[in-house]
């Protein structure tokens, strides 16, 4: 079966610092794999996508970046954080060309930036 | 532009029957998925819409107009492991998935 694993579940930065959220996916091969962020009361935005290894779409201009250094690792960068980059991030996979295009998260990650 | 609109919180009682509700706008259409969130964790999947109509799963249940660009999750029997945040989402012409801020449902006893 599939599962997908995301870390550190939470974490405090103060500004300024750097950020590193890493996503992992196991029992699959080649998914598209994203990036989201959730604001209290806000829908889901979505930051990043990618369909393949160092194939990465951004969807919101920011100082966040991600990569894809393997087939099924996601990572989520930041060089300097900010106090509105505080949020619960998720991490997600779907199956390629999949006709529902369900997605499946990982456990989140809060980050609290101070 | 592309919006996704439902209620922010519903209250109901236990053993109830509740609806929550689900309109969009948005650029092209490939499916409506609903999605349940506890709070501090991740969405996990209840129901996809493509075609009109009602999908019944178990209690759940979910219901589809396209030409009035709605829909709405049927909830019945509510149990209070039920309270949780309910997730509207759509895919557009590009399959990506349009959220909802989703609608607070909080179960009384």
């Known amino acids: 079966s599939q599962t997908i694993h995301q870390w550190p579940a939470t974490l405090v930065q103060p500004v300024g610092s750097p950020l590193s959220l890493e996503c992992t996916v196991e029992g699959t091969s080649n998914p598209n794999l994203y990036w989201y962020r959730q604001a209290a009361g806000r829908g889901l935005q979505l930051l990043f996508y990618s369909v393949g290894i160092g194939q990465i779409s951004s969807e919101v201009p920011q100082n966040l970046s991600a990569s894809r250094p393997q087939d099924r690792q996601f990572i989520l960068s930041s060089k300097k954080l900010l106090l509105s980059d505080s949020g619960f991030y998720l991490c997600?996979?779907?199956?390629?060309?999949?006709?529902?295009?369900?997605?499946?998260f990982g456990e989140g990650s809060r980050l609290t930036v101070l | 532009g592309q919006n996704i609109d439902q209620p922010t919180e519903m209250t109901a009682t236990e053993g109830a029957i509740v609806q929550i509700n689900c309109t969009y706008q948005?650029?092209?259409?490939?499916?409506l998925f609903w999605y349940q969130q506890h709070a501090g964790e991740a969405p996990t999947f209840l129901s996809y819409n493509v075609l009109d109509g009602l999908e019944e799963k178990g209690r759940f249940s979910s219901f589809l107009s396209r030409s009035k660009g709605y829909s709405y999750l049927l909830l019945k029997e509510l149990q209070m492991k039920d309270s949780a945040s309910y997730l509207c989402a759509v895919a557009d012409s590009n399959y990506q998935l349009i959220w909802g801020a989703g609608t607070k449902l909080i179960i009384k006893p």
């Open positions: 948005t650029s092209g259409f490939n499916g």
């Open positions: 997600a996979w779907s199956v390629k060309d999949a006709h529902t295009g369900e997605l499946f």
